[in-house]
């Protein structure tokens, strides 16, 4: 049993896409549509090198949200979930470090493994860093509708 | 003379967008992400059905419920269409964001969007590839950042094997490759043949190549055309080790010196062994040619004779001094007419691949054909020499200068026809170019190998039926 509930576990292992927003400099909200590897206890995100500015948000402010909303990425499921945590960018070896998270990304990008092999073609895109988010706080809409108050649960007691 | 490069095209710029574009794009979106960042400083997101009024600046849409949505800090709209197919990966790919300030309608609660600026991503506007090469600069940053906090360099990696491959860009080795063999198996068919030179003309030829390969690169960086070119491709742009910060510029410069000198050792060797005055002045002549085709002063490919420099150093230097090695002798006129058909074919793998590259050359002041030239002109000029090709063949043939057997070159007139009907419809296309860029780098091998092939058919039908010529007349 992870540290989510039930059905927003079920969508992260589900979606395959998501959105990351970070806060930038000026405080606005940056939103970055993402793949989200969930592994039963934090949520995992790749950046590639290339576009890796929300890292440095990040790294300046850890406070970000993962939400799922497209109904076309989870298989038809029609609720709908915000994590708000605290993301953490781990970099030691932007080579290969991310790699220890591509058995879960593989089960939701088959494709991506045989990509990696031709990475000599891009080399850059290869070249990551990974997002690490630790939820706090869950906001889970179960039919999906914003107009529902959407039920509020703080990391870990789910799983309590 | 008119110029192809499109100073609108070349000004695509991603991601920036202005809010009218922004709130025109968010529009394509069924539903949007509402994000904000609320009191205790993290970010909320939200999905919320915006109506969006593009000529207002506004979007409108309920206030979600249980979520007070701040006033006084910016907020955004997120539309994206990054399409998931299960199984292998992603297409139509394409996100915007909008930002601006929210009001509140007093009556019934509906928030409004006011927008103020705007961010996204179409890769049909935009291709991934194009993307990613636009973002070299970010890359770059973030390793300067990375290896400022750690103390100590830090850059990007690929294992020794790729590393090399990409650097001398080994596999267009076959423009060296096969006008030399060309050369040795006419000298064979003449009677002339020594394995220990032949092998010594190869791996010194390919080391001429390889040198101009990766000075090529070297020049091109300094002078500023491969990091103004936003649409490489894997056949043309550059090796691109340099950009992509694998390999300093400074140790392409001497992987370049390193190629030219052995090739210069080599051909001493040879000249020891097999003295030779032709020999010596193609030697130098080639090795001139190529390191001239970038470097200063003379630039060749700069101004417009990058393709004829090709042409030359890959046909008639490459095949005769192949086969001065071999005859000890002097250059012949059938060995000349041999070359040519090699020549023009190679100098068009040259050509259309600068096709792709004729914005970034035309920014950095290097005036290759195509772009000096419209895409009528340039796809002209293709159809043209690739004939002329084929017709020095047939006239070759004709006049007893070339066997029968050279007519097999013919049989990639097909290959050739495909390059031709291509060119139209992918020319501002680079990656749909590639494909065609493939096939004619096809056409000079598999014409190349024929040939060869055709002189092995010489050699064999001489000695298993001497009776027979296969030379008209």
């Given at each position: 049993?992870?540290?989510?509930?039930?059905?927003?576990?079920?969508?992260?292992?589900?979606a395959?896409?998501?959105?990351?927003?970070?806060?930038?400099?000026?405080?606005?909200?940056?939103?970055y549509?993402?793949?989200?590897?969930?592994?039963?206890?934090?949520i995992?995100?790749?950046?590639?090198?290339?576009?890796?500015?929300?890292?440095?948000?990040?790294?300046?402010?850890?406070?970000?949200?993962?939400?799922?909303?497209?109904?076309?990425?989870?298989?038809?499921?029609?609720?709908?979930?915000?994590?708000?945590g605290?993301?953490?960018?781990?970099?030691?070896?932007?080579?290969g470090?991310?790699?220890?998270?591509?058995?879960?990304?593989e089960?939701?990008?088959?494709?991506?493994?045989?990509?990696?092999?031709?990475?000599?073609?891009?080399?850059?895109?290869?070249?990551?860093?990974?997002?690490?988010v630790?939820?706090?706080?869950?906001l889970?809409?179960?039919d999906?509708?914003?107009?529902?108050?959407p039920?509020?649960?703080?990391?870990?007691?789910?799983?309590? | 003379?008119?110029?192809?490069?499109?100073?609108?095209a070349?000004?695509?710029?991603?991601?920036?967008?202005?809010?009218?574009?922004?709130?025109?794009?968010?529009t394509?979106?069924?539903?949007?992400?509402?994000?904000?960042?609320?009191?205790d400083?993290?970010?909320?997101n939200?999905?919320?059905?915006?109506?969006?009024?593009p000529?207002?600046?506004?979007?409108?849409f309920?206030?979600p419920?249980?979520?007070?949505?701040?006033?006084?800090?910016?907020?955004?709209?997120?539309?994206?269409h990054?399409?998931p197919?299960?199984?292998?990966?992603?297409?139509?790919?394409?996100?915007?964001?909008?930002?601006?300030?929210i009001?509140?309608?007093?009556?019934?609660?509906?928030?409004?969007?006011?927008?103020?600026?705007?961010?996204g991503?179409?890769?049909?506007?935009?291709?991934?590839?194009?993307?990613?090469?636009?973002?070299?600069?970010?890359?770059?940053?973030?390793f300067?950042?990375?290896?400022?906090?750690?103390?100590?360099?830090?850059?990007?990696?690929?294992?020794?094997?790729?590393?090399?491959?990409?650097?001398?860009?080994?596999?267009?080795?076959?423009?060296?490759?096969?006008?030399?063999?060309l050369?040795?198996?006419?000298?064979?068919?003449?009677?002339?043949?020594?394995?220990?030179?032949?092998?010594?003309?190869?791996?010194?030829?390919?080391?001429?190549q390889?040198?101009?390969?990766?000075?090529?690169?070297?020049?091109?960086?300094?002078?500023?055309?491969?990091?103004?070119?936003?649409?490489?491709?894997?056949?043309?742009?550059?090796?691109?080790?340099?950009?992509?910060g694998?390999?300093?510029?400074?140790?392409?410069?001497?992987?370049?010196?390193?190629f030219?000198?052995a090739?210069?050792?080599?051909?001493?060797i040879?000249?020891?062994?097999?003295?030779s005055?032709?020999?010596?002045v193609?030697?130098?002549?080639?090795?001139?040619?190529?390191?001239?085709?970038?470097?200063p002063?003379?630039?060749?490919?700069?101004?417009?004779?990058?393709?004829?420099a090709?042409?030359?150093?890959?046909?008639?230097?490459?095949?005769?001094?192949?086969?001065?090695?071999?005859?000890?002798?002097?250059?012949?006129?059938?060995?000349?007419?041999?070359?040519?058909?090699?020549?023009?074919?190679?100098?068009?793998?040259?050509?259309?691949?600068?096709?792709?590259?004729?914005?970034?050359?035309?920014?950095?002041?290097?005036?290759?054909?195509?772009?000096r030239?419209?895409k009528?002109?340039?796809?002209?000029?293709?159809?043209?020499?690739?004939?002329?090709?084929?017709?020095?063949?047939?006239?070759?043939?004709?006049?007893?200068?070339?066997?029968?057997?050279?007519?097999?070159?013919?049989?990639?007139?097909p290959?050739?026809?495909?390059?031709?009907?291509?060119?139209?419809?992918?020319?501002?296309?680079?990656?749909?170019?590639?494909?065609i860029?493939?096939?004619?780098i096809?056409v000079?091998?598999?014409?190349?190998?024929?040939?060869?092939?055709?002189y092995?058919?010489?050699?064999?039908?001489?000695?298993?039926?001497?009776?027979?010529?296969?030379?008209?007349g």
């Open positions: 049993m992870g540290t989510l509930p039930e059905p927003v576990e079920a969508l992260l292992d589900a395959l896409v998501a959105e990351l927003t970070v806060v930038d400099g000026h405080g606005r909200p940056v939103t549509p993402l793949i989200p590897l969930y592994d039963g206890e934090r995992y995100m790749t950046s590639s090198t290339l576009f890796s500015r929300k890292l440095e948000h990040i790294k300046a402010n850890p406070k970000v949200a993962v939400s799922i909303t497209d109904p076309i990425a989870v298989g038809g499921r029609t609720d709908r979930a915000t994590i708000q605290d993301a953490r960018v781990i970099e030691d070896d932007p080579h470090g991310w790699e220890r998270i591509l058995p879960i990304w089960k939701k990008e088959p494709a991506i493994v045989a990509f990696l092999k031709a990475r000599v073609a891009l080399p850059l895109f290869f070249e990551r860093a990974l997002i690490e630790t939820p706090r706080r869950i889970h809409w179960s999906g509708d914003a107009a529902t108050t039920v509020v649960t703080e990391a870990g007691r789910a799983a309590a | 003379m008119t110029t192809t490069a499109s100073p609108a070349d000004d695509r710029r991603t991601p920036a967008l202005d809010a009218l574009d922004g709130l025109v794009r968010l394509g979106y069924p539903h949007h992400v509402l994000s904000f960042v609320d009191g400083g993290y970010p909320v939200v999905a919320v059905v915006a109506r969006i009024e000529n207002a600046r506004i979007a409108t309920d206030a419920a249980g979520l007070p949505v701040p006033s006084d800090r910016p907020v955004s709209l997120t539309g994206s990054i399409r197919q299960p199984g292998y990966g992603y297409d139509e790919r394409r996100h915007v964001t909008v930002w601006g300030s009001a509140a309608d007093p009556a019934d609660g509906r928030l409004t969007l006011t927008a103020d600026r705007a961010w991503w179409d890769e049909a506007e935009v291709p991934f590839f194009e993307y990613s090469e636009r973002s070299l600069g970010q890359s770059r940053r973030y300067d950042a990375l290896s400022a906090e750690r103390g100590t360099p830090i850059r990007p990696k690929l294992s020794f094997g790729w590393l090399a491959l990409r650097t001398t860009r080994l596999p267009f080795l076959s423009a060296t490759i096969v006008p030399v063999i050369g040795i198996v006419i000298a064979a068919s003449e009677g002339s043949f020594d394995l220990l030179s032949a092998v010594l003309t190869i791996i010194g030829a390919a080391c001429v390889l040198g101009l390969n990766v000075a090529n690169d070297y020049f091109d960086t300094v002078q500023g055309a491969d990091d103004l070119n936003v649409t490489p491709t894997q056949f043309s742009g550059g090796s691109r080790v340099i950009q992509y694998l390999v300093s510029r400074r140790r392409v410069g001497m992987i370049a010196a390193g030219y000198i090739a210069a050792v080599v051909g001493l040879l000249l020891a062994l097999r003295p005055a032709a020999l010596l193609i030697g130098i002549v080639g090795i001139v040619v190529s390191l001239a085709y970038t470097a002063p003379l630039k060749l490919v700069y101004r417009g004779l990058g393709e004829i090709v042409a030359v150093g890959f046909g008639p230097l490459m095949l005769l001094g192949a086969y001065v090695v071999q005859t000890g002798g002097t250059v012949t006129t059938q060995a000349l007419v041999a070359s040519l058909p090699i020549a023009l074919l190679v100098a068009l793998i040259l050509y259309v691949n600068e096709i792709p590259d004729r914005r970034g050359d035309a920014r950095a002041g290097k005036r290759t054909l195509p772009v030239f419209s009528i002109t340039v796809i002209t000029g293709y159809r043209v020499t690739v004939a002329a090709a084929y017709a020095i063949v047939v006239v070759g043939v004709a006049t007893g200068l070339l066997p029968l057997t050279a007519l097999l070159a013919l049989l990639t007139i290959l050739a026809l495909q390059v031709s009907r291509g060119l139209d419809p992918n020319y501002d296309n680079p990656y749909g170019l590639m494909a860029m493939g096939v004619n096809k000079h091998l598999y014409a190349g190998l024929l040939l060869i092939g055709a092995l058919a010489v050699l064999a039908i001489s000695a298993l039926a001497p009776t027979v010529d296969l030379f008209v």
